[in-house]
């Protein structure tokens, strides 16, 4: 995969997007000593990058947003699961929309997409790994997990489709203001 220069510079402020989304502007909720819930917007700018610009830059944009933004603000010590389930989280919609949908537009591709990738990385892998690294109780991050998810899915299918210029909403013709 070649990057341009202008690619080049897209993904790093999605990285530095991401990280400050993640490690500065997210609600943290404790538990068992770790944490155990996030809620923020950091997944938004490896999710856009897998779909804008392919899979492998969105996993590169996951990873790297993982391990610097580990760097700069640590949140105990350093677990490359969750650097892997990163990359996964702008890997996987990328792949999905540029393989599987081919490309096509739509928010329901975009739905589709962002949700089977958050379902198996935020709400299984990450509790999984909280588990059986930290001991955290599935019990406790599984549910959790899900409900953020319920509504991180749809925001952030409808924020990729705005930034990409999606026709998100299907005005009738009938509806739309007569140019003149």
Aim: hydrophobic share 50%.
């Amino acid at each position: 995969m070649k990057f341009s220069t202008q690619r080049l510079v897209y993904v790093s402020l999605l990285i530095a997007l991401s990280i400050v989304f993640t490690r500065f502007l997210s609600l943290r909720i404790a538990l068992g000593g770790v944490e155990g819930i996030r809620i923020g917007l950091g997944g938004l700018p490896i999710v856009f990058a897998g779909i804008a610009f392919g899979p492998l830059a969105g996993g590169i944009v996951g990873a790297l947003s993982d391990l610097i933004g580990f760097f700069i603000s640590p949140m105990g010590a350093y677990m490359p699961h969750f650097t892997a389930t990163s990359f996964l989280t702008g890997f996987l919609p990328g792949l999905f929309v540029c393989y599987l949908f081919s490309g096509r537009k739509g928010f329901k591709n975009l739905l589709i997409a962002i949700g089977v990738t958050q379902i198996l990385t935020a709400i299984i892998l990450v509790p999984y790994f909280q588990n059986t690294l930290f001991g955290v109780p599935l019990v406790a991050t599984v549910p959790s997990a899900a409900i953020s998810q319920a509504g991180m899915i749809p925001l952030y299918a409808y924020l990729s489709g705005m930034l990409l210029g999606y026709d998100l909403v299907k005005i009738p013709e009938k509806c739309k203001p007569a140019r003149g």
